[in-house]
């Protein structure tokens, strides 16, 4: 057997608590604990691509006691019991080791080091070489000149000499060394008094623990500290040493059900890897399982995709879809500019597994005769623009946009496969179609890379070959109805979450829409002047740096900067990088640049090189040549809290604490014969604590239409209203506001420049004065830990995966967020509310305005100016009824005829 490949013995009791240590708490979008598993099945497939040709036999500790326990019943005493977090992560551990197609064994009475030392003994009589995988250091005494171990998380190796230069004894005499210097984590006692250079120089003098025992009269003449009195503990500690020796020694002669020549590698059960995977959401794996074309579909089906271009075919598959009561939709088109693309094909679904694409535009050469657009989308016109007719497609909002540029206004938007999963769970995945279709259908997809390719050279749709493009487009269509087929049922059994869908999230498609297409009007000279004038004063700050730092140097290099503030200057080191080195992140230099120049002229070089690259030199560069404005785009799937995000440009972090980030705001401008209004909620997360906690001062506060920061101030610092001085409001706005978003002391310590001490006080006096915010703020962690997620007022469920972690930082982190989370989603849903509504008002054509913007808590609107005072007032009206809370919700609107200005 000399010839054959090694046999891979892994020792998985070992790696599952090494990998459960050593790597993040990781969890899935259920909360369910990952990481464990991760970090065990990655060691495992290094080992299959190690060893490709070698049987994998992964042995685990069974349950229950041992022969050790019989033995000495303190042994692993001292062992903490297996954390639940762990303890969750042992049966998927399992399934995944056999869905593999990898022995598995695990053997009652005996530990996993005695099954494995057994087998290797076993091999190793039959000449045949053994790899250990381990990170125990007891299985050194296993090794021989045919067993090496290996420590796939070091990545090193270890053979006869390899444990000589580890341990300075050859495998003969580990057993020994164990055995005198006794082993803490398994509660072996070893001999009192004896340590690791103690223990080397008695076998390194002696020879094994029978001959130290035989020769003790000699002990003393050997050259380790504490010689002379070491034969004395010696015979003191005979038992327990000889006792040791037995604890410590790895069984070789377990009785196996099966022998090392019995224990091969199975077929993968791939089916099952999918459906683990998927439910680990280990993506990659996932992926590169079904890109390899190994393993099947999770409930796998037929597909019978059609590429139509033939005029009679086309009518057929319109009459499927009149008579159809869903069917999916999608459009392929030449840009992901929804502004400035145009359709080249669409595809539909009626049924799972039956789909069609028809092109109308691909103009390749070669490319086969096409149905007109006119005919396909003249055809289709009145079919999509049906409200009763309805419709299941992906990111819809999208498609919408780009059919207005054919003169098409999508209506009967049903479902969306995107906005139903960020509405089933809106954290720990992603919302694209890919990775919907990899979660809850175990499908790899055909991308769109895979058929147009990457980079400078990527086709755009209308040049792809129709072999190609025909089944990508169809899957697409196919694809979504399934999804929708899996996610809908799932909302159905959470009706508040269906409520969320389909009373919110759907209907704001077409008006987000909307609001996209019709733009903001920019001032390219405004922003060509600030741009010119921001680079004047990078120059300027620039110069000055050199200056104070004594030489020229790189403001945009932290490694310049770093030897600079730290080497040279010998500013103090505030914080250091993961690997060594003094940071020089914005935190450090806002904290060094209380007491120096250097920090204080690289933050502000920084803050205005950001503005003039992202803003003032970028958001000219956005402007359609068409409209003449910027078109954003935004998002409904992307934040936890429901809040809507923007790109291209985003809107949502052009800051305003700068007379600089506001000058940006003043290119923000109102056409001719227009105002901008903007109006805001005013102190709306308060707002929405005092009606969540139902706290008496609170609310008085609010319904007596008093200033909040200055009611808190009176409290907590118990004055009278009016005695309530400016610094101490300031106070109370940040405690205000830091409760909301779970603060600690230490954190308003940070912020106010107070001692711990008092800003916990401050606290205290804070919930003394508003006990309902403080029992709200129990109840709500207590909740979260209980149920994993909390809810908006409106239903909005945010997960907390991380709310139960063993990790207490993480912990900490997730209840702050369970605190603030319901705060933030309900105000993100009132909005929201006010759009429908403003949307249906502005939607009856009495007045002249558009909604250009929304901003956080903020609708910006382009107001004809005549109209200015009646829609200022009925926008206000709209908006604070948005809600109906046991405070008022107020809305302040501005007047201008700039953003900045209305603000």
């Not at 498609?399 to 954290?427: P, W």
């Not at 120059?539 to 200056?547: G, I, K, N, S, V």
């Not at 209203?721 to 940040?734: N, T």
Request: aromatic share 6%; glycine share 6%; with cysteine.
């Amino acid at each position: 057997m000399s010839d054959s490949p090694p046999l891979v013995l892994v020792d998985g009791s070992s790696y599952l608590y090494r990998a459960f240590h050593a790597l993040p708490p990781l969890t899935n979008s259920k909360g369910e604990a990952t990481g464990a598993v991760k970090g065990v099945i990655s060691m495992l497939r290094r080992l299959q691509l190690d060893y490709p040709d070698s049987p994998v036999v992964v042995v685990f500790d069974a349950k229950g006691k041992t022969f050790r326990d019989d033995m000495y019943p303190e042994y692993k005493a001292n062992r903490p019991s297996m954390p639940d977090e762990l303890r969750e992560q042992v049966q998927p551990i399992h399934d995944i080791v056999r869905a593999m197609g990898l022995p598995l064994l695990c053997i009652e009475g005996v530990e996993a080091d005695d099954v494995i030392g057994t087998l290797a003994r076993q091999a190793s009589s039959e000449a045949r070489k053994v790899i250990i995988s381990t990170g125990d250091k007891d299985m050194a005494q296993l090794v021989d000149d045919r067993v090496t171990l290996v420590n796939t998380m070091t990545n090193t190796v270890m053979d006869p000499d390899g444990v000589v230069e580890k341990f300075g004894i050859g495998p003969e005499l580990i057993i020994d060394f164990l055995a005198l210097m006794g082993d803490k984590v398994d509660n072996i006692p070893g001999v009192a008094g004896v340590g690791e250079k103690t223990a080397l120089g008695l076998l390194q003098g002696l020879g094994g623990l029978q001959s130290i025992y035989d020769s003790l009269d000699q002990v003393e003449t050997l050259s380790f500290r504490g010689a002379k009195t070491m034969a004395a503990k010696l015979e003191a500690e005979r038992d327990n040493a000889f006792m040791s020796y037995t604890l410590a020694t790895i069984k070789t002669d377990v009785e196996m059900p099966e022998g090392p020549s019995d224990l091969e590698n199975r077929a993968t059960d791939n089916e099952a890897l999918v459906q683990l995977f998927t439910r680990m959401e280990f993506k990659g794996w996932l992926d590169e399982l079904l890109t390899d074309g190994e393993a099947p579909v999770v409930e796998a089906i037929e597909t019978d995709y059609e590429t139509v271009l033939d005029e009679a075919v086309f009518a057929r598959w319109l009459e499927v879809l009149k008579a159809a009561e869903l069917f999916a939709f999608d459009t392929e088109t030449t840009s992901l500019n929804y502004m400035e693309a145009r359709v080249v094909g669409v595809s539909f679904a009626v049924k799972p597994g039956r789909a069609a694409y028809v092109p109308f535009a691909h103009d390749y050469p070669g490319a086969p005769e096409q149905l007109s657009a006119e005919t396909v989308l003249g055809a289709l016109k009145p079919l999509l623009e049906d409200a009763d007719v309805r419709k299941v497609g992906q990111n819809l909002k999208y498609d919408a946009s780009v059919l207005a540029n054919h003169d098409i206004t999508l209506r009967g938007i049903a479902f969306d496969t995107m906005l139903e999963s960020y509405v089933l769970n809106a954290v720990g995945t992603r919302h694209d179609m890919d990775s919907l279709a990899l979660k809850y259908l175990g499908q790899k997809t055909i991308h769109f890379e895979d058929i147009a390719g990457k980079g400078a050279k990527q086709l755009t749709f209308n040049q792809i070959p129709l072999e190609q493009a025909g089944p990508y487009a169809a899957e697409d269509a196919d694809i979504t109805l399934r999804l929708h087929h899996e996610l809908w049922p799932k909302l159905q059994a959470e009706p508040t979450l269906e409520r969320v869908l389909t009373d919110l999230e759907l209907p704001l498609v077409p008006i987000l829409s909307r609001v996209e297409r019709h733009g903001a009007l920019l001032s390219r000279e405004m922003l060509a002047t600030q741009s010119a004038e921001l680079g004047a004063r990078l120059q300027t700050l620039e110069q000055q740096a050199y200056d104070a730092a004594g030489q020229p140097f790189n403001l945009g290099s932290p490694k310049q900067i770093g030897e600079i503030l730290f080497e040279k200057l010998e500013l103090p080191v505030v914080k250091k990088t993961p690997k060594g080195a003094p940071s020089t992140a914005e935190e450090v230099l806002v904290e060094l640049a209380l007491d120096y120049p250097l920090p204080k002229l690289l933050l502000e070089h920084r803050s205005l090189n950001k503005l003039k690259s992202t803003y003032t030199d970028k958001l000219p560069e956005m402007i359609n040549p068409v409209s003449g404005r910027v078109h954003t785009s935004y998002h409904q799937a992307v934040t936890a809290t429901g809040r809507l995000s923007s790109s291209d440009p985003n809107l949502q972090n052009i800051p305003i604490r700068t007379e600089e980030g506001r000058r940006i705001r003043k290119a923000f401008i109102a056409p001719e014969g227009y105002r901008i209004v903007a109006a805001d909620y005013s102190q709306i997360e308060l707002r929405i604590m005092a009606h969540l906690s139902g706290d008496a001062g609170l609310l008085s506060a609010f319904r007596e239409g008093l200033d909040v920061h200055r009611a808190t101030a009176a409290e907590v610092f118990d004055t009278d209203l009016d005695a309530v001085s400016g610094e101490q409001r300031r106070k109370a706005k940040a405690i205000n506001f830091g409760l909301i978003y779970g603060m600690s002391a230490f954190g308003l310590a940070k912020q106010l420049h107070l001692g711990r001490n008092e800003a916990q006080d401050y606290i205290d006096r804070y919930f003394d004065r508003y006990p309902g915010v403080k029992e709200y703020m129990d109840s709500t962690r207590e909740l979260a830990h209980e149920q994993g997620y909390v809810e908006t007022l409106f239903g909005r469920r945010l997960y907390l995966p991380e709310i139960n972690a063993r990790n207490k930082m993480r912990q900490q982190a997730a209840e702050r967020t369970a605190i603030n989370a319901p705060m933030q989603g309900t105000a993100a849903d009132i909005i929201k509310r006010a759009m429908l509504a403003v949307d249906d008002w502005l939607g009856q054509g009495v007045v002249d305005a558009h909604v250009i913007m929304q901003v956080h808590d903020e609708l910006v609107l382009e107001v004809a100016t005549e109209q200015i005072e009646t829609v200022s007032a009925l926008l206000c009206e709209r908006m604070a009824a948005a809600a109906s809370l046991d405070v008022p919700l107020l809305v302040e609107a501005g007047v201008g005829d700039n953003w900045d200005e209305a603000h």
